[in-house]
T-cell receptor, first 114, second 114 residues
Framework: DTEVTQTPKHLVMGMTNKKSLKCEQH?????MYWYKQKAKKPPELMFV???????INESVPSRFSPECPNSSLLNLHLHALQPEDSALYLC?????????????FGPGTRLTVL | DAKTTQPPSMDCAEGRAANLPCNHS???????VYWYRQIHSQGPQYIIH???NNETNEMASLIITEDRKSSTLILPHATLRDTAVYYC???????????????FGKGTKLSVIP
C-alpha cells in the first residue's frame, strides 16, 4: 500500500468554525508533513513530524494546530480561520532514513473559508 | 537548499520526447536533484532523483551535466496524461533531522499537445 489518504476532499467552513483535516498512511513512514498550496502557486511547507514529534513549524499561525496521534495518522485542527487561508492542504509522508527519501503525497483537502 | 530556475511553461507534441531543463548553479556537493510533478488538482508525485550520474526509471530519465549546475528531465514519449507542472528541487538526501522537507519553486507547466 503506497497510498496517502486525506479526508475530507472538500471542506467549507465559516471563520468561527472548528474543523479538522485527517491524513493517514500505512507505509510505515515515520516522517509526515503538512503543506499548503494557494491557487497557481507551489506547495509551501507548514509542519513536519518525525517519529510522532513536531520537528518543524514554519512559523504557521496558531489557528492551525497539528497533531500526530500515532505513526499512521496526522491531523490538522483548524480554528478561527480567515478567508485567505482558503487553499489546498496537502499531506505527505516519507521514510525516516530511506535511500530515495521520496515523499508520497495525498490528494489534498480543498478548503474554503467563508 | 540550492535554488533552481526553470522555464515557466513548455509545449510538447504527443508521442515526442519532452525535455525539461533545470538550472541549479549553486548546488552543493552533497545535494541531489529531485523531480516531482503535479497533475492538476492532485498531490505532487515523485518522478526521479540523482546525484551526478544519469538516472533512468520507468517514468523518465534524468541527465545531469558534469559540473552539476544544470539537469534535464526527459519524458521519452509524452502522452496527454503527462500534462502537469514539473518541479525541479535540489536538496540533501540525508538529513540529520531525519525529515526531508521539500522546497518547491515555481516549476514548469508542461502542456502535451495532441
Amino acid at each position: 500500500d503506497t497510498e496517502v489518504t486525506q479526508t475530507p476532499k472538500h471542506l467549507v467552513m465559516g471563520m468561527t468554525n472548528k474543523k479538522s483535516l485527517k491524513c493517514e498512511q500505512h507505509m510505515g513512514h515515520r516522517a509526515m508533513y503538512w503543506y499548503k498550496q494557494k491557487a497557481k502557486k507551489p506547495p509551501e511547507l507548514m509542519f513536519v513530524y518525525s517519529y510522532e514529534k513536531l520537528s518543524i513549524n514554519e512559523s504557521v499561525p496558531s489557528r492551525f494546530s497539528p497533531e500526530c496521534p500515532n505513526s499512521s495518522l496526522l491531523n490538522l485542527h483548524l480554528h478561527a480561520l480567515q478567508p485567505e487561508d482558503s487553499a489546498l492542504y496537502l499531506c505527505a509522508s516519507s521514510q525516516f532514513n530511506g535511500i530515495s527519501n521520496e515523499q508520497f503525497f495525498g490528494p489534498g483537502t480543498r478548503l474554503t473559508v467563508l | 537548499d540550492a535554488k533552481t530556475t526553470q522555464p515557466p511553461s513548455m509545449d510538447c507534441a504527443e508521442g515526442r520526447a519532452a525535455n525539461l531543463p533545470c538550472n541549479h548553479s549553486t548546488i552543493s556537493g552533497n545535494e541531489y536533484v529531485y523531480w516531482y510533478r503535479q497533475i492538476h488538482s492532485q498531490g505532487p508525485q515523485y518522478i526521479i532523483h540523482g546525484l551526478k550520474n544519469n538516472e533512468t526509471n520507468e517514468m523518465a530519465s534524468l541527465i545531469i551535466t558534469e559540473d552539476r549546475k544544470s539537469s534535464t528531465l526527459i519524458l521519452p514519449h509524452a502522452t496527454l496524461r503527462d500534462t502537469a507542472v514539473y518541479y525541479c528541487i535540489v536538496r540533501v538526501a540525508y538529513s540529520g533531522a531525519g525529515s526531508y522537507q521539500l522546497t518547491f519553486g515555481k516549476g514548469t507547466k508542461l502542456s502535451v499537445i495532441p
